[in-house]
């Protein structure tokens, strides 16, 4: 257990709508960083918060967006869906926002758009 | 902008056998270079990291790699594979510029047989 969690586990629904997907840090993690694994494009970054501010965008479609709350906790925020959007989503938290640091990876969510 | 290969995208081998699974990135400066693992199921778990200093990395479960800067690689070895290693292994990458998110590689799947 990574301490970083996730919910929900699973989530199905159809094109066109939006979902929300919610990441709870380690304890003390300040930095949220969010990541699409699909069987095509494999592991890639979205976005990350450091402290409640935006601190890098990676391949993230302008139907994503982001916030991460006073409490530290993020969710990322899915629209307009697409089959393609079908992936597994992954959090990871890490102390501070420096390439040093280790990511903790949450158990991800699994989406899958009808 | 950084790019990670793996070669290999699935590898079977026999227990006991000798691992090894390849990583080259391109980029042309300095890099801090990742070995995750993901079991099935699981979340993604760090193996090792180099950062500097010396280019062989002892991470946990018996599992090294070797940083050669000349080739830009990051092999994982493992010298006696087991059942339990089978897992997916990813390779990733941050430059040494401030707070850079990590660069996957699309990573390796390993499937160990009895």
């Known amino acids: 257990d990574s301490g970083v969690t996730q919910t929900p586990k699973h989530l199905i629904t159809a094109t066109g709508q939006r979902v929300t997907l919610r990441c709870s840090p380690r304890?003390?993690?300040?930095?949220v960083y969010w990541y699409q694994q699909s069987l095509d494009q494999g592991l890639q970054f979205l976005i990350q918060?450091?402290?409640?501010?935006?601190?890098a965008k990676g391949n993230i479609l302008e139907r994503f967006s982001a916030q991460q709350f006073p409490d530290l906790h993020s969710e990322l925020n899915l629209s307009s869906l697409e089959l393609g959007d079908s992936a597994l989503y992954f959090c990871?938290?890490?102390?501070?926002?420096?390439?040093?640091?280790?990511?903790?990876f949450g158990p991800g969510t699994r989406l899958t758009v009808l | 902008a950084q790019s990670v290969s793996q070669h290999n995208h699935h590898v079977i081998l026999s227990e006991a056998a000798s691992l090894e699974l390849g990583c080259n990135y391109s980029?042309?400066?300095?890099?801090?270079l990742f070995w995750y693992v993901q079991y099935p199921g699981q979340h993604l778990q760090l193996l090792l990291k180099?950062?500097?200093?010396?280019?062989l990395v002892k991470g946990i479960k018996g599992f090294e790699a070797e940083f050669i800067k000349s080739k830009f690689s990051f092999n994982l070895r493992k010298p006696s594979v087991q059942w339990s290693d089978t897992a997916e292994y990813f390779c990733a990458v941050t430059t040494d510029s401030g707070n850079t998110p990590l660069v996957f590689g699309k990573g390796t799947r390993l499937s160990v047989i009895a």
């Open positions: 304890s003390g993690d300040l930095s």
């Open positions: 980029y042309g400066g300095t890099v801090n």
């Open positions: 180099y950062f500097s200093g010396d280019p």
């Open positions: 918060y450091y402290n409640g501010e935006e601190r």
């Open positions: 990871a938290s890490s102390t501070r926002d420096s390439s040093y640091n280790e990511q903790f």
